[in-house]
């Protein structure tokens, strides 16, 4: 088996979906996938994988492709786009066939790089990942033309697979699809050393990692600090900007914030590793709608007692006992559901040790071997 997974996006990537993509072309390989990696290449950057401490496996051809102008031109304009990298993809994938030497499959997770693959190449079976209903956050202006791609793969893909039962739904109601959406969710590595954790010391111990966009909600736990008197919070993660905006609002009584600012993912998977808590306060509505956060996994693999808002697309991944859930955009309700653990440590190491467990079913490797289900079933279909 040899597919083709196309990225248009610099790798190294400090997002998630880096880590995602890095993590499954692993795995996949792992299985025994022969598998090609498109992608655009950081800058200074020669290997998308030793950042995210991986090795490249012999078993994956790597495959860089700018998104700039070529020489001369791209030492006069700095200019980068997908479509550039595109053109770049077609060359390299037509010369492919006319050598006898296609792909079986095409795993793609960006709808203009989708919708380009299956009007150039519809021979070739496309796996599509949908993230969200994408034509539905784009710019008022963009929606229609979005929307009409966005259907045409839906409708043609070989697979489509969503990361949430909540995005599945909402593409299905706003396609009109009677279609079958295979769920496969975000995952992570588990530790291979249990994490080492003083839960005696538990409320200095609480962290949240990820973005601070404003559906993270994590404006309301840093509001929340003020009543949670004698605790450390850490947030990892926030550009400049957002950070000097949260100090800004941090109140003046109650926790202490510590803004640990960005960190590689090594080093936020350190810090995990000793946290006690982690919190996920995810505000309702936007993308909360279809998220499968990878942090959550992690914060599962690290054996965190987890805080989180009470938000369906959780209820997929978590139940009742699993968790300490709360009431969405409430920074006091968050507070209480922190305070709630701190005073029961016990309690709170048990429930680490619980969700560690079920992060079994939710590893890299585990998602691999679903995914390499679906993609058999699509080249033998085809």
Same mark, same amino acid.
């Given at each position: 088996?040899?597919?083709?997974?196309? =990225?248009? !996006?610099?790798?190294?990537?400090?997002?998630?979906?880096?880590?995602?993509?890095?993590?499954?072309?692993?795995?996949?390989?792992?299985?025994?996938?022969?598998?090609?990696?498109?992608?655009?290449?950081?800058?200074?950057?020669?290997?998308?994988?030793?950042?995210?401490?991986?090795?490249?496996?012999?078993?994956?051809?790597?495959? &860089?492709?700018?998104?700039?102008?070529?020489? &001369?031109?791209?030492?006069? =304009?700095?200019?980068?786009?997908?479509?550039?990298?595109?053109?770049?993809?077609?060359?390299?994938?037509?010369?492919?066939?006319?050598?006898?030497?296609?792909?079986?499959?095409?795993?793609?997770?960006?709808?203009?790089?989708?919708?380009?693959?299956?009007?150039?190449?519809?021979?070739?079976?496309?796996?599509?990942?949908?993230?969200?209903?994408?034509?539905?956050?784009?710019?008022?202006?963009? +929606?229609?033309?979005?929307?009409?791609?966005?259907?045409?793969?839906?409708?043609?893909?070989?697979?489509?697979?969503?990361?949430?039962?909540?995005?599945?739904?909402?593409?299905?109601?706003?396609?009109?699809?009677?279609?079958?959406?295979?769920?496969?969710?975000?995952?992570?590595?588990?530790?291979?050393?249990?994490?080492?954790?003083?839960?005696?010391?538990?409320?200095?111990?609480?962290?949240?990692?990820?973005? =601070?966009?404003?559906?993270?909600?994590?404006?309301?736990?840093?509001?929340?600090?003020?009543?949670?008197?004698?605790?450390?919070?850490?947030?990892?993660?926030?550009?400049?900007?957002?950070?000097?905006?949260?100090?800004?609002?941090?109140?003046?009584?109650?926790?202490?914030?510590?803004?640990?600012?960005?960190?590689?993912?090594?080093?936020?998977?350190? !810090?995990?590793?000793?946290?006690?808590?982690?919190?996920?306060?995810?505000?309702?509505?936007?993308?909360?709608?279809?998220?499968?956060?990878?942090?959550?996994?992690?914060?599962?693999?690290?054996?965190?007692?987890?805080?989180?808002?009470?938000?369906?697309? =959780?209820?997929?991944?978590?139940?009742?006992?699993?968790?300490?859930?709360?009431?969405?955009?409430?920074?006091?309700?968050?507070?209480?559901?922190?305070?709630?653990?701190?005073?029961?440590?016990?309690?709170?190491?048990?429930?680490?040790?619980?969700? +560690?467990?079920?992060?079994?079913?939710?590893?890299?490797?585990?998602?691999?071997?679903?995914?390499? !289900?679906?993609?058999?079933?699509?080249?033998?279909?085809?």
């Amino acid at each position: 088996m040899r597919i083709l997974y196309v =990225f248009p !996006e610099p790798l190294p990537l400090p997002k998630a979906r880096g880590i995602q993509v890095a993590n499954t072309v692993h795995a996949l390989a792992k299985q025994g996938v022969n598998v090609t990696l498109a992608y655009a290449p950081a800058a200074g950057q020669h290997d998308p994988f030793s950042h995210y401490g991986l090795r490249c496996p012999d078993n994956v051809e790597l495959v &860089p492709l700018s998104r700039g102008l070529g020489w &001369p031109l791209h030492r006069l =304009f700095s200019v980068h786009s997908n479509k550039l990298f595109f053109r770049r993809l077609h060359a390299w994938l037509t010369h492919q066939i006319q050598n006898d030497n296609p792909p079986q499959a095409i795993f793609v997770r960006h709808i203009k790089t989708a919708y380009s693959i299956l009007r150039a190449f519809p021979g070739i079976p496309l796996i599509y990942e949908a993230h969200e209903v994408f034509a539905d956050n784009a710019p008022a202006h963009k +929606r229609e033309k979005l929307a009409r791609m966005e259907a045409e793969i839906l409708h043609k893909a070989s697979v489509v697979i969503a990361i949430s039962h909540g995005a599945a739904a909402a593409l299905k109601l706003r396609y009109h699809l009677n279609i079958n959406i295979p769920i496969l969710p975000s995952g992570a590595s588990l530790p291979e050393i249990t994490p080492d954790k003083n839960w005696d010391q538990i409320g200095q111990h609480i962290v949240y990692a990820g973005s =601070f966009f404003e559906w993270k909600g994590v404006q309301d736990l840093v509001a929340a600090a003020e009543w949670m008197p004698d605790c450390t919070v850490t947030l990892i993660g926030g550009d400049a900007k957002r950070i000097e905006e949260m100090k800004a609002s941090a109140p003046a009584q109650g926790g202490r914030i510590n803004f640990a600012g960005h960190l590689s993912h090594a080093g936020a998977l350190s !810090e995990l590793s000793h946290a006690c808590i982690a919190v996920l306060p995810n505000r309702k509505g936007s993308v909360s709608d279809f998220t499968s956060p990878l942090k959550l996994f992690e914060y599962m693999a690290a054996g965190c007692a987890i805080v989180l808002t009470d938000i369906p697309v =959780f209820r997929e991944v978590l139940d009742d006992t699993d968790a300490v859930w709360v009431e969405p955009g409430n920074p006091k309700a968050l507070a209480k559901g922190i305070m709630m653990l701190l005073a029961n440590p016990q309690a709170a190491r048990t429930m680490g040790e619980s969700v +560690r467990r079920k992060a079994f079913d939710f590893t890299w490797e585990a998602r691999a071997k679903k995914l390499l !289900e679906l993609i058999n079933d699509a080249v033998k279909t085809r």
